[in-house]
């Protein structure tokens, strides 16, 4: 088997007496888009932001390139190349495409140039609007531009939490294309979000989260057509027979 990327173990997380993860196990290989769908408040935030840090102490451990990362702070865990992109994640609508960009390459400042390189290279409609300011884009720009921003900032493995949040159709179409691109370029994705068609649709590994816990585990399309998946986030039942 392929030694993960990223591999989390058993973990648990306890808002105060509340428990919100359950011995969750997952893993995320280099190179795959990874999905993990439930219900709202089901715990997809909660695993995320306990992986990059921002949710402090957990129970289990997280490893990301063989290294423990479980007890690390946030800016240590971004050193190490895991990138969290938050629902609704909003630009810096003042500054132009170019400020934004640098802002989100400040940690990694010496591979500015390079990064710049690579995200005009996967992102060509930033490069013709790096002047701009930001307020001037489209929802699905100003979406790329926080991708391009956790591309920045030296990320190999981005974290993405609803990253079709508020995009009309046609742009959940190019994002979707341009998720593909990321992956392309040597980058590792692992989303989280409630389009769960959508997000599946992309995914070559995905998970439901159900309670805290972990019920299902497979392709993108395995989870998309399960009956359980069905009936828990659509309200289908499946016919005996």
């Known amino acids: 088997m392929e ?5 989390i173990r058993n973990l648990s997380y306890f808002y105060g007496d509340l ?29 995320m932001q306990a992986v990059v840090g921002l949710l402090r102490p957990v129970q ?18 971004v050193r190490r190349g895991l990138v969290y992109v938050p629902e609704g994640m909003k630009t810096f609508p003042l500054m132009s495409v170019m400020e934004n960009l640098e802002v989100g ?3 990694a400042r010496e591979r500015k140039a390079s990064q710049l390189s690579l995200v005009f290279e996967i992102f060509p409609t930033l490069a013709d609007k790096r002047w701009q ?3 001037t884009l489209s929802g699905g720009q100003k979406r790329m ?3 391009a921003r956790g591309i920045m900032s030296g990320g190999r493995l981005l974290m993405l939490d609803d990253p079709f949040l508020g995009l009309a159709p046609k742009d959940v179409n190019r994002l979707c294309n341009t998720l593909r691109q990321i992956r392309r370029h040597g980058f590792t994705l692992f989303m989280a979000g409630q389009h769960v068609r959508r997000i599946l649709s992309v995914a070559t590994r995905a998970y439901l989260i159900e309670e805290g816990k972990i019920t299902l585990s497979g392709t993108g399309e395995q989870l998309r057509d399960h009956p359980h998946l069905q009936e828990s986030l659509f309200g289908i039942v499946a016919e005996a027979g």
């Open 3 to 7: 030694k993960p990327l990223l591999a």
């Open 19 to 47: 428990q919100a993860l359950f011995r969750v196990n997952l893993t995320v290989c280099a190179g795959q888009i990874v999905s993990i769908v439930g219900p709202n408040g089901s715990g997809k935030t909660t695993l």
């Open 60 to 77: 289990g451990e997280i490893s990301y390139m063989d290294e423990y990362i479980h007890e690390l702070p946030v800016h240590e865990v």
């Open 105 to 107: 390459g400040y940690i």
């Open 133 to 135: 300011l930001a307020k």
């Open 145 to 147: 531009l926080t991708l």
